[in-house]
């Protein structure tokens, strides 16, 4: 199991690493700059560097992982991208299902090939599904995403790079907002995150603002008019919320 320091989850699982770039918000890549650097480091699952590779030795992991975790799927890649075969990806829903007592987080840019597969998925109720959008040109991945059958989906407006007023959040459980981090971070700006933090209040969505970003984003932090926002979706059982108790659920 892969600590995460991402805010909104515990660990990671990369059954596959590498990606391309697909849009405006893959410009400055994290997992890419991460790839490069285990490349470099000898690191064996990252010898092609950020060329898509799967990983079958990592697939049954999360099943040995006894304690109840929130997994990201494919921190360091895009469980939906072209070069993923159909049959892998199968086999990586076949996991979730059978590991029922974690939580597993996806995100995906290729909202169309979610949407094109989504009649052969069986989706678990333990997997929750988001797409990512950086701006209003990208509006369309939460249609699509609003289209499958997941249990809970979910949005990542991170790297925030314009303003998404008016958003259509019918049908979404959570939204996660963040500014880009790392150099050459594109900036975020307060009055986006508070109009999409009302946005979800009077919709009744649980929001979560995970940082401002910046060059250094442990001095710009993550408080946003003086509040921690780490709300989460809503559970339907006492099971799955004990799960979830590693994140203060206080706004």
């Given amino acids: 199991m892969a600590k995460s320091s991402i805010e909104w989850t515990s660990s990671s699982w990369n059954p596959v690493t590498g ?33 898509l590779t799967v990983h079958e030795h990592v697939l049954e992991k999360p099943l040995k992982w006894k304690k109840p975790q929130m997994i990201f799927v494919n921190s360091m890649s895009d469980l939906f991208h072209r ?24 995100l995906t840019k290729r909202s169309k090939r979610l949407l094109k597969l989504n009649y052969r998925i069986d989706w678990p109720p333990n997997v929750w599904m988001g797409v990512t959008v950086e ?6 991945r939460i249609d699509n995403l609003r289209q499958t059958d997941a249990a809970i989906k979910w949005l990542s407006l991170e790297p925030l790079l314009s303003p998404l007023p008016n958003l259509d959040l019918t049908g979404i459980d959570w939204v996660v907002v963040g500014g880009e981090s790392g150099p050459g971070a594109r900036a975020i700006r307060k009055e986006w995150v508070i109009d999409l933090r009302e946005q979800c209040l009077d919709a009744g969505v649980a929001f979560f603002f995970k940082q401002w970003g910046g060059v250094n984003k442990k001095r710009s932090g993550r408080l946003l008019e003086g509040h921690f926002w780490n709300q989460l979706p809503k559970v339907t059982t006492a099971a799955t919320a004990r799960q979830l108790t590693f994140l203060d659920n206080s706004s």
């Fill in 19 to 51: 990606c391309s770039k697909i849009s405006i918000g893959c410009r400055n890549c994290y997992a890419e700059r991460m790839a490069l650097r285990l490349q470099a480091m000898g690191q064996p699952n990252y010898r092609n560097g950020f060329t």
């Fill in 135 to 140: 701006t209003d040109r990208f509006l369309g």
């Fill in 83 to 106: 070069d993923v075969a159909v049959s892998f990806i199968d086999k990586i829903f076949d996991v979730m299902c059978r590991a029922h007592w974690h939580q597993f987080q996806i």
